[in-house]
């Protein structure tokens, strides 16, 4: 867009006072397209940093999508779900079936973190995909796609001001006492919460804190799904006269799924200010730690370079970290550590820096 020729279509009076408004409009304009795309998944907008900012010239096959690694992941976790219930069904001994309840929590929380992947748009081409894939993901945990999605991709843009929030809030207080730390672990609060939700799905209500159309009837969707499988399973289990899914599905995700978010979800900005430090290197935090839970958190840990650029995919998020590795402010060893300095005080939470609750 040439602003000099435009500045000069009008001749005659009033030309100079349209013409400043013409190129106001265009700087605007133009302000928005270096912003980027709070929705987008290739020209996002980015979060401030401290220091040189080169995000929009990093190497395009940092950008690159895999969706059959992403496919293998959900095949895998929804493998270990069949396989974990299999054993809670057949199995007699205590063991087997207290592993059997452990993995499929563990896997119902591994799912949620496959669905933040799909909700950025990291897993697929195609956003249908990414939807449908993010809904299967979120089945176990009564997670929204489109929900979180929204929340989450808000909390990308407004991280380090006074706008930020999180779409899984969790307690952040009194986590120095290991009776505080288990409170926080086993809180349930979400449950009602969702309760609330759709009560007023089924009311003909908006959904909360949503004001686009377009998502408001994705997620009454979605919910509303979920209800229709919740009441298929309470049918079937009461047809069939078996408690089967109580032992698979209810209890894991009350007990295990929740809790384990929760740990993963913590480190992220813990003890960091996320309403007023605008530097996404400093309000954000690194965990180095095995390939394994790295696969568990699906590249979580490394949540700094995940918000330094939010359009790079999940699978490339660990080659972004080598790239900015000495210019991120918290880095910590391993998870253990993290959770040791939090159970002793070391890292607490001022309730003034946090958009989570006291």
């Keep these: 867009m040439d602003v000099s020729k435009r500045s000069w279509e009008n001749d005659g009076a009033g030309s100079s006072r349209e013409k400043v408004m013409t190129t106001q409009a265009e700087q605007r304009e133009r302000a928005d397209i270096l912003a980027g795309d709070i929705e987008g998944d290739i020209d996002v907008k980015l979060a401030p940093v401290s220091g040189p900012d080169t995000r929009r010239q990093l190497p395009r096959d940092l950008f690159k999508k895999v969706p059959l690694r992403f496919a293998l992941k959900f095949a895998f976790a929804w493998l270990l779900i069949f396989m974990s219930w299999v054993v809670v069904a057949t199995q007699q001994a205590v063991l087997p079936i207290a592993g059997g309840i452990l993995c499929a929590g563990l896997m ?3 799912l949620v973190e496959l669905q933040h992947e799909c909700l950025h748009g990291h897993a697929f081409r195609s956003p249908l995909l990414n939807r449908l894939f993010g809904v299967a993901c979120g089945i176990f945990m009564f997670s929204s796609h489109s929900h979180y999605r929204y929340d989450h991709l808000r909390h990308h843009a407004n991280l380090g001001t006074p706008e930020n929030r999180e779409h899984f809030v969790y307690r952040f207080q009194n986590l120095h006492s290991l009776i505080g730390f288990l409170r926080a672990f086993f809180d349930l609060s979400r449950y009602p919460k969702l309760l609330k939700i759709v009560a007023g799905i089924l009311r003909g209500l908006p959904v909360p804190d949503v ?5 408001q009837r994705h997620i009454k969707q979605e919910y509303l799904f979920f209800v229709a499988v919740a009441l298929g399973a309470l049918i079937w289990s009461i047809l069939a006269g078996s408690y089967l899914l109580v032992w698979v599905w209810l209890l894991p995700a009350m007990l295990i799924s929740e809790g384990t978010h929760f740990l993963i979800e913590m480190p992220e900005h813990f003890g960091l200010n996320t309403q007023t430090n605008s530097d ?12 394994f839970f790295s696969w ?36 910590e060893k391993c998870y253990r550590s993290f959770y040791w300095k939090v159970l002793k005080g070391r890292i607490r939470q001022p309730s003034s820096q946090t958009c989570m609750p006291s």
């Design 108 to 110: 119902y929380a591994h």
């Design 211 to 215: 004001d686009k159309a377009s998502y």
């Design 296 to 331: 568990f958190v699906n590249g979580n840990n490394f949540h700094t370079a995940h918000h330094y650029h939010q359009g790079v995919p999940m699978c490339n998020v660990e080659k972004l970290d080598e790239t900015i590795r000495d210019r991120t402010t918290h880095l």
């Design 280 to 291: 996404t290197l400093s309000n954000t935090r690194t965990i180095q730690t095995h390939p």
